[in-house]
């Protein structure tokens, strides 16, 4: 962790300041320079502000809000109380870098015990801030609201095209229940991110790679639970610890995703240095696909970082590239035809981009690769912030 991290506790009457103190374990490396009762409170100067809460509530998420868009480069974490269901989202679109869920009923020897995990999490979000990802590896996710546009397959042919041009590049499978990355990879579920989670003991980068699945091309894969009674157990928390240890292993991490805005994307989403937003076609998948737009633009996305892919680009169904332009307010970077060769490979299993590598569909998948391994240092790698701004140049 940096020298001197200033904490800033804003709480409420559900949490004790005793507790926050335990939790925290302040020493030379991290002080807390206040706390605030009350969530009311507007937040003074610190590196990091932390929002405790008995339960995840309106004003909690306005403080959160406020804050970040006071100062968008000031990492905020929220520490709660109980099950985080139904208000992770809704916290990490106020603007939340992270959750601490604390047990219910706490007391002081219990948040001590936490306090590790604590620590490690504040210090990644000021490593963060501090633009310390710089010589991290890019993690790109796939976005397409809309089921079977075709977010699998980019994220298949993007893993192997990256592969083919010599980076190390590994594919995550968000899927978490209905995951066919191995399917579309040809590649038997030796092992899972599942299996990685109750392996039992801790996580670090040797252990982590064990459960990875190799593709011939180079590529790895995490693969999805086999059943989908098993997606229940893969918690956020978990992925993100992931994501941070294949980055800092990978030069690129792909994550393909389920056709919804879950907790899991968002927090992915968060995770990311870039997005690939996945349409085709068709009134639906366009109109998702805006809101697609629009819920990245809510989370601050910096527009630079988005890709935008448009598959099936070639079907005659009455709608026009011109038309795409119109609804969605960007042209697409990247156009991949309907070809059958693509629906045959994803039979057998071998991604189009390394069977027919200079097919239409092979040079867009090479095109996006080159679109994300190539773009700007300062463009792609470095985080940007929740509420910032959307200028290209950040
Ligand atoms: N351009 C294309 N040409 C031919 N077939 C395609 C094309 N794009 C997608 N397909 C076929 O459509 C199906 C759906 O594609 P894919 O699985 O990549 O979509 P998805 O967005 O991942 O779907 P889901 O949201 O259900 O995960 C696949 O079987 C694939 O073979
Ligand atoms: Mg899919």
Redesign the pocket.
């Known amino acids: 962790m940096n020298a001197s991290i200033d904490i800033l506790v804003v709480h409420d009457e559900a949490v004790d300041e005793d507790v926050i103190r335990a939790l925290l374990a302040p020493d030379a490396e991290l002080r807390i320079v206040g706390y605030l009762d009350g969530l009311g409170h507007h937040a003074p100067d610190c590196d990091v502000l932390v929002v405790a809460c008995g339960a995840y509530n309106d004003d909690a998420g306005a403080l959160i809000r406020e804050a970040v868009e006071d100062r968008p480069e000031r990492p905020v974490v929220l520490v709660t109380q109980g099950a985080p269901n139904g208000y992770v989202d809704q916290a990490f679109l106020a603007g939340a870098v992270d959750i601490v869920v604390l047990p219910q009923p706490c007391d002081v020897s219990l948040a001590g015990a936490l306090s590790h995990q604590v620590r490690f999490t504040l210090g990644k979000a000021v490593a963060r801030r501090a633009g310390a990802g710089s010589g991290e590896g890019k993690m790109v996710v796939?976005i397409?609201p809309?089921?079977?546009?075709?977010?699998?397959?980019?994220?298949?042919n993007l893993a192997a095209a990256l592969a083919h041009a010599g980076r190390s590049v590994v594919v995550v499978d968000l899927?978490l229940q209905?995951?066919?990355v191995g399917l579309?990879l040809g590649l038997a579920p030796t092992t899972t991110m599942y299996d990685l989670l109750t392996s039992g003991g801790s996580m670090d980068a040797e252990k982590l790679d064990a459960f990875l699945v190799d593709h011939p091309s180079g590529a790895r894969a995490l693969l999805a639970p086999r059943r989908p009674d098993q997606a229940g157990r893969i918690t956020v928390d978990f992925l993100r610890e992931v994501y941070v240890l294949l980055r800092a292993t990978h030069d690129v991490v792909i994550v393909?995703?389920?056709?919804a805005f879950t907790p899991e994307v968002i927090a992915a989403v968060d995770a990311s240095s870039d997005v690939c937003m996945?349409a085709?076609l068709d009134a639906l998948s366009l109109k998702n696909v805006k809101l697609g737009f629009e819920t990245l633009e809510l989370m601050g996305y910096a527009d630079g970082n988005i890709r935008f892919l448009l598959?099936?680009?070639d079907t005659s169904v009455g709608i026009t590239l011109d038309d795409v332009q119109a609804i969605i307010g960007r042209v697409p970077d990247v156009l991949?035809?309907?070809?059958?060769?693509?629906?045959r490979?994803?039979?057998e299993g071998t991604p189009v981009a390394l069977k027919h590598r200079s097919s239409d569909?092979g040079k867009a998948f090479f095109k996006l690769a080159a679109l994300i391994a190539d773009a700007p240092q300062g463009v792609a790698s470095t985080k940007r912030r929740r509420r910032l701004s959307f200028s290209r140049s950040n």
Request: proline letters at 8%.
């Open positions: 796939m397409g809309k089921g079977g546009s075709g977010k699998t397959l980019t994220a298949t899927d209905f995951g066919d579309a393909d995703t389920p056709p996945v085709m598959n099936r680009a991949v035809p309907s070809d059958r060769e693509i629906t490979s994803v039979n569909a």
